[in-house]
């Protein structure tokens, strides 16, 4: 009996002394030394395929996807360009188009899944003194032809169906209107006073009769003027 | 009839203890904007630290300078209180050869400020890499700070393939440089309080430390001869060997409390809604919501410091997962992780997102939608999700997010 009640302090005891070693355990222990992660998550494949020529239909899939029907390619416009122009390694495609008839609230909606930029409003802010006030939003027009742009995703780039990362660009789309390779650009942009960051590639645009090319600062669209005697690069494609 | 009672009793005292043993249910982590310790300090040495990081520090005898980005902590660390964030921010600009990111000459960080304009920097033709950084919060990065290395490994590999946040260890400057799970800056360059305190000593005002002898340049040119004050200008003392200004910034950010909730926002139907959007969208396997500090008497810091009971088994709200994602907003600037981390910055913490005007990491950003579009890379499936919401789901999980 005397041993029995022994036993039982005693494992009660036991039980106590191993809840607290257990409990010591965990508030005093040093930082361990992390296990390897898993494989990072792999780069976006580089912008190694070669892939076809855009046409038309696909074209407008792509707007649709991302616009919706909001928006339809400028008649008379020149075509629809690609290149990388974000500098992420996927497809992106360039297109003028025109606001849909009646869409024009649902253009400017502050939630809409499309951002509006104006290419021209923050380079004039960069060379000229700061505005005043806060920036106003940018609204699209009637009579705009506007700069639609949906950036790529993975190989397929803007084809993808994941691809809806889209912009509309005001004062984005005159005459040339060619693509043009990041790195052609770039030795030129280094004799351009201001020389701006060239992420990707870039279109060539003239605006109020400058010439001039149209760039992804790494969070919009903007212009830049080129010298008007200078022609940078020979045209090819990007 | 005896021995029955006793183990009775026995299995009744262990009903008591352990419970008492075992639990350990972690607690809140203390919240607030208002200028009180965490309790990792006592408030008078709080303030008194507090006071250190508002020191507006002058060329001399402090050493201000050479060239520098601000005068005290707190121009950068302010809003709403010390220690918070601000509109400032400061520049990085380098060169991409088409392989590596190599820093503009002097470091990727170009000086806005100098004390004398002959040495003022600025960003040489050829560093077409550029980008703005904001100031980020400090609050409750004491915290932050007592999370073990393997809980944010834990949080990696939980996240899907294709959103798998990049985890890279930095050296701890206080511990001979050996590593640890980077979680401070927008490239996670810091895992530790008072390496991060030393850096922005000497990168932001120009004064030297023991962890941080060295002066900066001017675009690479030494600038010496317009340093009136000996290195290091925060000298080791017998109680603060990294220096009493360093030590100081890392005992007041390590006492501060986390940016708390606009608790009258968070309660209402449309911000509760928007949490549960926030989570079905999948905005929370980045900006994760709940993560547990180590257990106190945890030795970090490789050895330098020992989470104390004030900072540990608290549960944050960070809205952060303190990894490196590519949302393809990246700046293209290497600093600790190497050049896989080129595109990459740390998923933004949410906690206190309410104060902020400009958002991500350049403040080019001015609302919320916006800032959401702007994601994708990695995020590219969940910012679809939310295009996919309906105008009224979109307001309730911004009205969520300014909540916090």
């Known amino acids: ?238 | 009839m005896r021995t029955l009672r006793l183990s009775l009793l026995g299995v009744a005292v262990a009903a008591l203890v352990l419970p008492a043993a075992f639990s350990d249910a972690p607690g809140e982590a203390p919240v607030g904007f208002d200028n009180l310790t965490n309790g990792f300090t006592a408030q008078a040495d709080f303030d008194s630290d507090r006071s250190r990081f508002e020191d507006r520090e002058e060329i001399t005898p402090k050493g201000l300078g050479p060239v520098y980005n601000a005068q005290s902590c707190a121009e950068c660390h302010q809003n709403p209180v010390t220690g918070a964030i601000s509109q400032v921010t400061e520049v990085r600009a380098g060169h991409f050869d088409g392989v590596n990111f190599v820093d503009h000459p002097g470091g990727s960080l170009i000086n806005d400020r100098a004390i004398d304009a002959s040495i003022q920097e600025r960003v040489l033709g050829g560093n077409e890499v550029r980008t703005f950084r904001t100031s980020l919060n400090t609050l409750g990065d004491g915290f932050v700070e007592a999370v073990d290395s393997n809980t944010l490994v834990a949080i990696s590999n939980g996240q899907p393939a294709g959103m798998r946040g990049q985890f890279i260890q930095v050296p701890v400057n206080e511990a001979g440089n050996q590593v640890r799970g980077g979680r401070f800056g927008w490239k996670n360059q810091h895992a530790s309080l008072v390496s991060f305190s030393a850096d922005a000593y000497l990168n932001e005002m120009g004064i030297t430390s023991p962890l941080q002898p060295n002066e900066n340049t001017s675009n690479g040119r030494s600038i010496a001869a317009f340093d009136p004050v000996p290195d290091p200008e925060d000298p080791a003392t017998p109680a603060a060997a990294n220096g009493e200004d360093v030590e100081g910034f890392a005992r007041f950010m390590r006492a501060t409390k986390a940016p708390p909730r606009d608790t009258a926002l968070a309660a209402t139907p449309d911000a509760q809604a928007g949490s549960q959007l926030f989570n079905q969208v999948g905005c929370n396997i980045c900006h994760v919501g709940n993560i547990t500090t180590a257990p106190p008497g945890t030795v970090i810091n490789r050895g330098a410091f020992t989470v104390p009971a004030a900072l540990g088994n608290k549960v944050i709200h960070p809205f952060g997962d303190f990894l490196l994602h590519d949302v393809g907003t990246g700046d293209g600037i290497v600093q600790n992780g190497g050049q896989s981390t080129r595109n990459k910055l740390r998923t933004a913490p949410l906690w206190g997102v309410r104060t902020r005007g400009r958002l991500m990491h350049d403040g080019e950003t001015l609302n919320r939608n916006e800032a959401i579009l702007r994601h994708a890379g990695e995020a590219t499936g969940v910012i679809n999700n939310y295009r996919n919401l309906t105008t009224t789901q979109k307001n309730q999980l911004i009205t969520f997010l300014n909540s916090l």
């Open chain 1, 1 to 238: 009996m005397r041993t029995a009640r022994a036993a039982g302090v005693l494992l009660t005891l036991a039980v106590i002394a191993l809840a607290f070693a257990a409990r010591r355990g965990r508030e005093g222990g040093a930082e361990l030394e992390p296990h390897p992660p898993r494989p990072d998550t792999p780069s976006p494949p580089p912008f190694a395929v070669k892939l076809p020529p855009p046409t038309p239909v696909e074209v407008e899939e792509g707007l649709r996807r991302a616009f919706g029907d909001a928006v339809h390619p400028a008649a008379g416009s020149p075509r629809s360009l690609v290149g990388d122009f974000n500098g992420d390694g996927a497809e992106d495609v360039a297109v003028p188009v025109s606001p849909a008839t009646g869409r024009l609230e649902e253009l400017n909606d502050g939630l809409a899944n499309w951002r509006v930029q104006d290419a021209r409003e923050d380079a004039a802010a960069e060379r000229g003194p700061p505005p005043k006030g806060e920036r106003s939003a940018v609204t699209v027009q009637p009579e705009d032809v506007l700069l639609a742009v949906v950036h790529g995703y993975g190989v397929r780039g803007w084809r993808d169906e994941r691809a809806r990362q889209c912009y509309l660009v005001r004062h984005a789309t005159g005459a040339p209107f060619e693509a043009r390779p990041r790195t052609q650009l770039l030795r030129y942009v280094r004799r351009v006073p201001g020389e701006p960051r060239l992420t990707g590639d870039v279109i060539l645009v003239s605006v109020g009769g400058k010439p001039g090319f149209v760039y992804w600062t790494g969070a919009r669209y903007s212009w830049h003027p080129l010298p008007s005697r200078a022609h940078p690069c020979p045209s090819t494609s990007p």
